[in-house]
C-alpha cells in the first residue's frame, strides 16, 4: 500500500457505516487520507464508525442536521439517490476519489427473499456515478461481487474451476446471479459508460464471500458464529454443508480495494478472493472448535436458501496487476472474527426479515 496516495487526500466513501465500509475507512484514516462517510444508516451502523474513530483516538461531535464532525472526517447522514445533496457534500468536502460501497445487499436468504430492494441498486449506483462526474471528482472505485458471474459454471459440486474476470461476459452474454447479480454487473457497466464518455477514471474489484468484525448475521459466517457463541443445541447449517466458498478476510478485501482505487484507472476488473474452497459443513466444525460447542445434533436445513453450489475465483490479475494477495487464511479471520463478537455481542439481525 504506497500511504503517500492517500496521505492528505480529501475521500468519500459511501455505505462508509457499514461491514466492509467502516474497514475501508478504518484503512483510508490510517493512510493519512481525510474521510467523509455518505451513509443514510439504513444498514450501516454509527457503532461501526464510531468503534472506527475510537480505535484512532477520534471524538466526533454534532455539526448541522445530520453531519457529525470528527477531527478532518466527518458523516454525512444522506441517501445517496439524493443527488442534489450527494453533489453538494462531494463539492463540500472538497472529495477527489469515491470509494462506493453503498448498496441493498445481505446474505444468500436477504438476497432471495429481498429482489425489490435488490433492483434498487440501479438507481443507488446512477446517482453515485453521475454525481461525483458533475462534482468533478478524480476518480471512482466501485465494489462489485462474484454474483456477476454465470450462474451454469457454479453448478457443480467439488467443482476446481476458478471464476475469471472475462467470464462476466462468457461467450459474449452474461448469466448473472439473481436481481443482485445484474444489479452489479449493470452498475460496472454504468460506471464504465462514465469513462467511456467522460473519461472518468474509475476501478472496479469484485468481492467473494468477505467476512470478519462487524459483519451481521445475514451473512452466513456471523450466522453460525452467533448459533455457536450462543450454544444452540441442534445447531442449525443452511443447506446440505457440501456448498463450498472463497471465504476473504475483510481486511484483506480493503486492502486489495484500495490497491486498485489507486493503480487502476480504465474500469479494469479486479477479483478479490483466496483461490481456496471450503465447504460450509467444514466451516461451520471449524467455528464449533473455535468456539468449544460440541451440540448434541447438527442439523442441515435444506429448505433455507443456500445459493450455487460451489464459487472460487481466480485471483492472478490481482497478483499481476496489484502486488495483492491474502494474507489471513481462513482459521485465523475466524479466530479474530469470533473474538471480536464475544466481546461486542452485537444485536441478531432477522436474516429473512
Request: aromatic share 8%; proline share 3%; glycine share 8%.
Amino acid at each position: 500500500m504506497t500511504t503517500l496516495f492517500w496521505d492528505s487526500r480529501n475521500v468519500a466513501v459511501t455505505g462508509g457505516a457499514g461491514f466492509i465500509g467502516s474497514h475501508v475507512v478504518d484503512k483510508l484514516i490510517e493512510l493519512g487520507a481525510r474521510v467523509t462517510v455518505i451513509d443514510d444508516l439504513s444498514s450501516g451502523s454509527l457503532d461501526n464508525l464510531s468503534e472506527v474513530w475510537r480505535n484512532h483516538g477520534i471524538k466526533p461531535r454534532k455539526s448541522g442536521r445530520g453531519l457529525l464532525k470528527a477531527g478532518d472526517h466527518a458523516l454525512h447522514m444522506c441517501d445517496v439517490k439524493s443527488g442534489t445533496r450527494l453533489r453538494r457534500t462531494l463539492k463540500e468536502r472538497r472529495i477527489d476519489t469515491v470509494v462506493h460501497l453503498a448498496a441493498k445487499i445481505g446474505g444468500r436468504g436477504w438476497i432471495d427473499t429481498h429482489p425489490v430492494e435488490c433492483c434498487d441498486n440501479f438507481s443507488i449506483d446512477q446517482s453515485v456515478f453521475g454525481e461525483a462526474y458533475r462534482a468533478g471528482v478524480d476518480r471512482v472505485h466501485y465494489s462489485s461481487t462474484a454474483c456477476v458471474y454465470p450462474v451454469s459454471l457454479q453448478s457443480q459440486y467439488d467443482d476446481s474451476y476458478l471464476l475469471k474476470e472475462e467470464d462476466a461476459f462468457r461467450g459474449g452474454s452474461a448469466n448473472a446471479d439473481r436481481e443482485y447479480g445484474w444489479s452489479k454487473l449493470m452498475g460496472e457497466m454504468q460506471l464504465l459508460a462514465y469513462a467511456k464518455q467522460y473519461s472518468l477514471k474509475c476501478s472496479i474489484t469484485r468481492y467473494v464471500t468477505a467476512y470478519g468484525e462487524r459483519e451481521n448475521d445475514t451473512h452466513a459466517i456471523m450466522a453460525l458464529i452467533r448459533k455457536a457463541v450462543e450454544r444452540n443445541d441442534p445447531y442449525v447449517v443452511w443447506g446440505t454443508g457440501e456448498q463450498d466458498r472463497d471465504f476473504t478476510y475483510v481486511r484483506d478485501i480493503v486492502d486489495g480495494t484500495l490497491l486498485a482505487a489507486e493503480r487502476i484507472v480504465d474500469g479494469m476488473p479486479v477479483n478479490l478472493g483466496t483461490s481456496v474452497r471450503y465447504k460450509v459443513k467444514d466451516v461451520a466444525s471449524m467455528i464449533l472448535g473455535l468456539t468449544g460447542h460440541t451440540p448434541k445434533q447438527i442439523v442441515y436445513d435444506e429448505t433455507k436458501p443456500t445459493g450455487v453450489v460451489s464459487r472460487a475465483l481466480d485471483i492472478s490479475r490481482a497478483r499481476q496487476l496489484l502486488g495483492w494477495q491474502p494474507k489471513v487464511m481462513l482459521e485465523e479471520g475466524l479466530r479474530r472474527t469470533i473474538a471480536w463478537f464475544v466481546k461486542r455481542r452485537p444485536k441478531p439481525v432477522e436474516t429473512l426479515a
